[in-house]
């Protein structure tokens, strides 16, 4: 650029003057550009250059030495320092008279020189605009930015071919944000002439329509994680419309749950494939879940339901099929707690060894969906999302969060102009700059020190914490019934005593205040939260998952 300019400037000399000295003064401006690195040299540099070229245009035309004139190798010894050399010819008025002002004009714009003609680039917080392999085009922010985020192993031009990661453009390296499809943000981290460091500022996040989203992602990811909030309304309504998306449907090929025993996956893929399977007989996934404690939500029965009739909608098309995470536990063959210890300690293990062998074995496309606890990242990925990385996966995860940023009642108003359901990326947003615990669990748990952005991809949010709703399983299907029996079996053995289970309200807040602590005298047999105590872990959940039997 600043060559370019320089060239420009010597087509304001006369023409004897060009043709003899052009190539000299350029090759004079080239090595004073090459030695002269730094603000201050470079800023001496074109002062000098604008200062001779102010004098010596007017000069060149008003000067006639005769016995200088057909002496070009004498010119540029005896002419004044810089370029400027006598000729014959006469200057018009008005060729003075824009030499002039072209003078201070670019005196005016030295500081934008300086940005493009060398290594230095003022210190500020800069962002870029494009779309895949589109020029870039940068420009300082002093606000909130609209950004575009490139998906990982997507490629950009800046001055060449760059990718996520951090890339030398020219004077600056750039660093690409890992985040998902749709948008990116780029963070200037460096110079390469060694001066200032460029420091990102948190912008407003892009929320997206959550199922766009999702498709979105699964571009450039075959795996989506999405942790799930137990139980939520709002959250199955927005995933059952989702599974029913006819380009959710093209892409993905398994949805892996962690609310289905393994067990069962025989009759499950049958009636997910649309075959004339005895409802009573599928429950038992969603009913006889080994991880569960108490009646399972109607969300999730709900679910199986849409994935069915997703499927028999596209009858002779792609068909999509639940995986079941759940370990294989019978409970007809559970006595005690040390027959479902081993279940018990090995659920992760278990769901993440589904996924390998069901889903990156085969090459497939996956929609991971548990509850948020064993996807959310602490102190780094969980064993399921590490165990597939190691398998050679690239999982993108969503987590579910509301509008609590604080304690129960403290909640940000920046989320009420969000639409819901909406998903938004927490890379390099003030959202990836809220605590994780709050957010994904409505004020119920304090803050800790992880962050958003440390704990997932982007935030699925479906509404403001006191709007949010869980349903129940109703109370005629439990009081009295042979489930319910078997339900308060089951909850003796896993708690250690009966709990209560039976609810007239089927829908309830998702989100209940935090009961005040204890004082010091609480009675020995309840915890710090003023609960009775668990039982002791039973010795079994040290032993390994026994052989799997055969699918039902």
Known sequence: MSERIYSWLLGLYPFRFREACGADALQLFRDRCRDERGVLPRLRLWVDLLTDLAVSIPREYRCAGASLAGDPAQQRLHGTPGFNVLDAEAPRLGAQFCAAMLSLATFGAIPLLISHGGNWLPPSTWTAQAKHGSHLLFSPRLG??????????????VSGEASTGTRSAGAVDLEFANSRPGEFQIKLVSLSGGVGFFQAQATQPMPQDATGAIIEAFKTHDIVMFGETHGNKQEYEWLCKMVSTPKFDDRVDDIVVEFGNSLYQKSVDGYIAGEDVPIEQVQKAWRNMI?????????????????REANLRRRGKHQMRILLGDPYGDWEKIKDAEDVGPYLAHRDEWYAQVVKEEVLAKHHRALLIMGEGHFLRRNGPGLVEREIRA??????????????????DDLDKRFDTW????????????????PAMPVTTGGTVPASGLKLRDAADALLYVGPWDELTQLRMPRAELDGTPYGNEMTRRLTIQMGRPVRFLYDQTEVPQFERPQPRPQAQAQPQSNAAGRPALPPMPKSMNDPLPPRPPSE
Do not use: D
């Open 391 to 408: 398998a050679g996966a690239n999982p993108y995860l969503v987590v579910f969060g509301t509008n609590a940023a604080g304690g129960y």
């Open 144 to 157: 909130p930015v609209r950004q575009r985020t490139l998906g990982a192993g997507e490629e950009i031009r």
């Open 291 to 307: 991880g569960s404690v108490g009646p399972p939500s109607p969300v999730y029965e709900q679910f199986y339901k849409a994935v």
């Open 419 to 434: 639409p819901a359901p909406t998903i938004a990326s927490l890379a390099g947003t003030w959202v990836g700059e809220l």
